[in-house]
């Protein structure tokens, strides 16, 4: 299991492969993306990573905003201006409104009449809709509607009548117009329509066919909800698509949804939620969010202690849901939410419900970067929680959080801090290397006379604290081999150490590995050797498994195929593990270890005489990869 943010990066990555695999000189692929203004910074960082990933040079990507709708400083503007800076071409093509030349030729292909003879009513269409594409098109179905465009049978050919129509009698703008048309609908349709607004541009047709209304809400209802929606479909309002219903465009939603009024909107999307909930049972996970959505923007109605507390549950299942995906926005977005509903008394009454709505919430924060709003979330937890062992969530969190910030020593500080509540205390004090001798005897002593296969077949680690360290131990071996080595070598011993005495864990294969290299330090190098093999048969037996070793590959191959095989081995023989472990370790988040492959794998090649252009080309694939993931810690090691 990796946490959030190594999830994020993962999926970064596996898409960006998986563009790469269906994209290619033979097949190209043109991937369109429309409403890019509404798009969430996540969302925009994965559609940079792929757009500028210069071994796909089979990708042409289109994508389509609204430019009255976003600024300078808006997330979109700051990544194109990302996406051009990395040598992408990007071609602006703007698309306005219709000229009247257009606009004319538009309706003489609809009414299918020469051009010359539509100008007069081209005159009037253009004058009203300003060459707005829908406005036009839902203007000449409206003054058809009306009477005020017919066509005749006697002299077969259009006519309309401009004269009669009264100044107020069409409205002037689209929302307007829109709205007109859908007030001039059946009140069953006209509501189905509202429910449809309430619940967002589309919505899948089994969620909507749950929902039984009945009398409905504010004197409107309908017998058959689907019935009414597919009124809507007959009147070019609402499509139909592989199981949902859709509004034609987004206009058309807003129409709808402005006929609510406004101090009314939040009443019906409570009776949404209401209605949504009352049929959640038959397909709950699929329906969580639309539920969770509706109750959201209906939440300042509810006064009920109860109710708030079970959507607060209920936020915070859709917040963990999206976590899993991952999808941390919307995650941050639910957690939020569900923190928003507690009260004062709430970590007293409700207590597993606030520590995990807080401890995740501090998780997500600290994925997205936003250090200051996960900080406030951690103090939360640090005041509130009820022991130690509730606390260490938020630790690993505060940890992670420091390293991404560059503080390795402050991150190994609080560290060993938590090491010493989880009964594991490491030495702060005194002669670094004195103390690392001390450990090192002990861990001689504790191995004695064992046999590899005596070490492989220790029983499993039962005890949860020392579980929590060895992962803890796993985490500070990052920050410790960047500011400390002294300390990473206590690490790896207290590790090497613990696996001996209380079984064996997922980090054990690490520890071997971290044990090796540190006998590889002292010029022991058959007892490296041994370790390091060890780790990998470790790592081999807990990969068949199919349990959490796989995660630990990147940081075992990097100490083995760096500090330990080349003193016996070709370095050569080192370059396709390494460069295997950097692919893993951007495939399980581990960013670190992955980078550090990919120093050594450069390193490694130009120890066994590759051709220094070869060796530049190495260097500039990795720099790539690490200067699209803001890591620029790469740069400075290699």
Known sequence: ????????????????????????????????????????????????????????????????????????????????????????????????????????????????????????????????????????????????????????????????????????????????????????????????????????????????????????????????????????????????????????????RLAAYSLIPEEDKEKWHLWVGHKLMAGMASSQEKTLFRVVGQFNRGSMLINDTQERILLAELNLKAGKTSMAIPAVVPAAYYLKKGIELLDKSSWKEHYHLSHQLYDHYAEVQYCIGQFQEMNKALDEVFACAKCFHDKIGAYFTLISSLNAQRKPDKAVELGIAVLSQLGEPIPKYGDVKSIVMVELAKSKQSIGNKTDDDLLTIDAMKDKDKIHAMRLMYNLAVSSFMCDQGMYCVLALRMLQMSLCYGLCDASAFAFASYGCVLSRIDDFHGAYRFGKLSLRLLGASESKKDEGSFFLPGIYFLVQSFIFPWVDQYRASLKPLEYAFTSGLSYGQIIFSMANARADCYNAFQCGEELMKVEKRIKKYTKVFSDLKHQLFLQYI
């Open 1 to 252: 299991k990796v946490d959030i943010a190594q999830a994020h990066y993962r999926f970064k990555i596996v898409f960006q492969q998986f563009i790469r695999a269906i994209a290619t000189p033979d097949q190209p692929l043109v991937l369109f993306l429309d409403d890019l203004q509404w798009a969430d910074p996540q969302s925009l960082s994965l559609i940079e990573s792929f757009t500028t990933d210069k071994q796909n040079k089979s990708l042409l990507f289109i994508g389509s905003y609204r430019t009255n709708e976003i600024s300078e400083l808006h997330p979109l503007t700051v990544q194109l201006r990302s996406i051009e800076s990395k040598g992408v071409l990007v071609n602006n093509v703007e698309v306005g409104y219709l000229s009247r030349e257009d606009t004319n030729e538009l309706i003489s292909d609809l009414i299918q009449t020469s051009p010359c003879l539509t100008f007069s009513l081209t005159d009037e269409v253009h004058r009203k809709t300003s060459g707005n594409v829908l406005f036009v098109l839902q203007y000449l179905k409206t003054i058809y509607d009306e009477g005020y465009l017919v066509f005749s049978s006697s002299s077969k050919e259009w006519k309309w009548d401009f004269l009669s129509m009264e100044p107020n009698d069409i409205p002037n703008n689209t929302l307007q117009l829109l709205s007109y048309k859908i007030k001039k609908l059946a009140n069953a349709t006209v509501f189905a329509l509202k429910v449809l607004a309430c619940l967002g541009f589309y919505c899948e047709d089994f969620i909507l066919s749950s929902i039984e209304v009945g009398n409905g809400i504010d004197g409107f209802g309908c017998n058959n909800f689907i019935s009414s929606l597919n009124a809507a479909v007959k009147e070019g309002l609402v499509e139909y698509v592989e199981s949902n219903y859709m509004f034609v465009h987004d206009q058309i």
